[in-house]
């Protein structure tokens, strides 16, 4: 069963725009990963966010976590036409138990798809 | 570092066919793990090891094998080739663990393309 879900499924803009991602998921999480495919080629980390952090940065990218939404957003600024590929959140979720709490294998969304169009 | 390699790059079987994909990783990661990639599905988890001798299954598992002597090494086993498991293979590594939970970034390789007639 599918954790993340990423909305939209395809986004296409001009260079220099910004492009945001969202990502939806239904249990209590430890972390959320987001990463991108470029066609043909495997994934690339790009960051990862923990359940008690609110926002992350790393280049010209930003990712939220809204644990109560369950949410998490991705915005890449003035996007380029190299960031054009299917970007993939991936959420480690918390599975409680009778003794605690355990956590599951990270599992991923169906992506979204970015065309940057120079 | 090389990182993460997979062979072969494109595979094509015939239903029934048995065959080996293998995937090593030389940055001393203790897990790794199988992935499948079919459009629409996102990617999903077919089996992880924590560690040397240590193997489990993920949320596909029927149809593979798998087994880990090193920790350099995890190569995935279809033992008798199906249609249904025609789809893009990506093998992960992460360098720690915490009772086999991924806590850190995972490694990709580049993938192989599996075709089974």
């Known amino acids: 069963s599918q954790q993340g879900e990423e909305d939209p499924q395809a986004l296409s803009i001009q260079e220099g725009e910004n492009a945001t991602m969202n990502c939806s998921y239904k249990?209590?999480?430890?972390?959320l990963q987001w990463y991108r495919q470029n066609s043909g080629r495997g994934l690339v980390h790009l960051i990862l966010?923990?359940?008690?952090?609110r926002e992350k940065h790393s280049g010209r990218l930003r990712v939220t976590l809204d644990t109560s939404k369950k949410s998490s957003s991705l915005l890449i600024t003035a996007s380029r036409a190299a960031d054009t590929a299917s970007y993939f959140c991936?959420?480690?979720?918390?599975?409680?138990?009778?003794?605690?709490?355990?956590?599951?294998?990270?599992?991923f969304g169906q992506g979204t798809i970015l065309t940057v169009h120079p | 570092n090389a990182g993460v390699t997979q062979t072969p790059k494109f595979q094509v079987l015939k239903t029934g066919q048995s065959m080996t994909l293998q995937c090593a990783q030389d940055?001393?990661?203790?897990?790794m793990s199988w992935y499948r990639q079919d459009p629409g599905m996102g990617l999903r988890l077919i089996h992880y090891?924590?560690?040397?001798?240590?193997?489990d299954q993920g949320e596909v598992p029927n149809g593979y094998n798998v087994s880990r002597s090193t920790t350099e090494d995890f190569p995935l086993r279809l033992l008798s080739a199906a249609p249904s498991q025609t789809s893009v293979y990506f093998c992960?590594?992460?360098?720690?663990?915490?009772?086999?939970?991924?806590?850190?970034?995972?490694?990709f390789g580049p993938g192989t393309r599996l075709t089974v007639l």
């Open positions: 992960a590594s992460s360098y720690s663990t915490l009772a086999g939970i991924t806590y850190n970034e995972q490694f």
């Open positions: 249990t209590s999480i430890n972390n």
């Open positions: 966010i923990r359940s008690n952090e």
């Open positions: 991936a959420t480690v979720p918390r599975i409680p138990n009778a003794g605690g709490t355990s956590y599951g294998k990270l599992t």
């Open positions: 940055m001393n990661h203790e897990y």
């Open positions: 090891s924590v560690g040397a001798g240590i193997t």
